[in-house]
């Protein structure tokens, strides 16, 4: 199958749903797919996978959930999504965060294709680019065949916008990279128990 994942994210910038994207791609890939990737990326000079469309360099940081999210907002990338899908022709169009202007709206507006989205957000509070997306997502969402939320929290705080049935899948782990077999950590090595905090890099 031929499967584009898009990212409403700077690819050139590290993040949980890039890294999930990325991951995500490399599987598809080794089960026979042929997958690429719609992104912004703000970089000239990164190494980034060949099989990435950029979809805009334009990128500025909107605080959302905690953190700053890198989006693009120019209305540019509306027509260029539009040119990229018709050219491509994919089978499916797997867009994440799909209430994030404009990328993820300008796919799924202009998809023909199968299309899944997954979300990861979550927040306890309103924001304005959701109240802003809201509305458009509410005619666009007819066009889903899937929803995805990484999980319970995420299913309830996205149910508030768009109401609807969602499978949860919990982000995945790279169990090559983390099921090897290791030594102790010397310093860490001193009879007592040790707790390791797992979380965000800007953290």
Do not use: W
Not at 52 to 79: N, Q, T
Not at 174 to 190: C, N, W
Request: aromatic share 8%; proline share 9%.
């Amino acid at each position: 199958m031929k499967i584009a994942l898009v990212s409403p994210y700077d690819f050139s910038t590290p993040g949980g749903v890039v890294k999930h994207i990325y991951y995500l791609d490399k599987y598809l890939r080794e089960m026979g797919n042929e997958v690429k990737i719609i992104a912004p990326c703000s970089q000239e000079d990164e190494p980034l996978p060949d099989h990435l469309i950029k979809a805009s360099s334009i990128v500025i940081g909107v605080p959302l959930a905690g953190s700053v999210a890198r989006i693009s907002i120019s209305p540019l990338v509306y027509r260029r999504v539009k040119k990229i899908l018709e050219k491509e022709q994919f089978d499916i169009v797997h867009i994440h965060e799909p209430m994030t202007p404009i990328l993820p709206l300008a796919a799924l507006r202009h998809s023909k294709a199968i299309n899944v989205a997954t979300f990861h957000a979550y927040r306890p509070d309103s924001h304005p680019i959701y109240e802003y997306s809201e509305p458009i997502f509410k005619r666009l969402g007819r066009k889903l065949d899937g929803r995805i939320a990484v999980s319970r929290a995420a299913r309830d705080h996205i149910s508030r916008y768009f109401p609807g049935e969602y499978r949860i899948i919990p982000n995945g782990v790279d169990v090559e990279m983390f099921g090897k077999p290791t030594l102790p950590v010397e310093r860490f090595a001193d009879g007592r128990p040790n707790v390791l905090f797992v979380g965000r890099l800007e953290k």
